[in-house]
């Protein structure tokens, strides 16, 4: 089966780490219609992904201007436009895991297909959390809704390629339990 080259197609670097992982099922926020996310934080010297996600987004803007202009009579630039890549140090400034990095919302209706590093599917849902490390395969596009007009990016498929220390501030049972002692329970 031929490859079909997708201008607006990324798969993001091994170095990206998943925040805010909602991977399995679709949920609603805010009364939204449900969809998986996932934050992927892109370290700003992965230069090569970086430059992939700008493109995408230039031929998103290309492909989409239709949409883009609705009933104006222009399109309006891209610079005047919502779009997905954001600086994590602008707008995530009090967050250590966003710093000297960018990052893009992505998300769907129906959860991702996600693989282990040896492409095998991962079924155990522990595997997969915030501060995990993997590649994002994930899609843009135009969207002009409500008045609100931009570029957004799709969830297609995720693969994890490493641990990371978990984000979120959740700690682990045995990480809560393997330093208190019992002595006091017992007394």
Avoid at 16 to 27: D, F, L
Avoid at 51 to 64: D, F, P
Avoid at 76 to 95: V, W
Avoid at 144 to 165: P, R, V
Wanted: glycine share 8%; with cysteine.
């Amino acid at each position: 089966m031929a490859k079909v080259n997708n201008p607006m197609k990324v798969i993001t670097g091994e170095r990206t780490r998943w925040s805010y992982a909602n991977v399995w099922e679709p949920k609603s926020i805010n009364g939204s219609a449900p969809k998986c996310s996932v934050s992927l934080i892109i370290p700003k010297d992965d230069t090569e992904t970086v430059e992939k996600i700008e493109k995408a987004i230039q031929a998103a803007y290309t492909e989409g201007a239709g949409k883009l202009k609705g009933n104006g009579r222009t399109v309006p630039a891209l610079s005047a436009i919502k779009t997905p890549l954001r600086d994590g140090d602008t707008e995530r400034p009090d967050d250590a895991a966003y710093a000297n990095s960018y990052f893009v919302n992505a998300n769907s209706p129906n959860p991702p297909g996600i693989v282990d590093a040896s492409c095998q599917p991962i079924i155990d849902r522990s595997e997969v959390y915030s501060g995990v490390y993997g590649r994002a395969s994930i899609n843009f596009y135009a969207y002009n809704k409500n008045g609100n007009k931009g570029i957004a990016c799709g969830l297609n498929n995720l693969q994890k390629i490493k641990d990371g220390e978990p984000l979120g501030g959740r700690s682990s049972a045995e990480d809560d339990f393997a330093t208190e002692s019992n002595e006091d329970f017992l007394n």
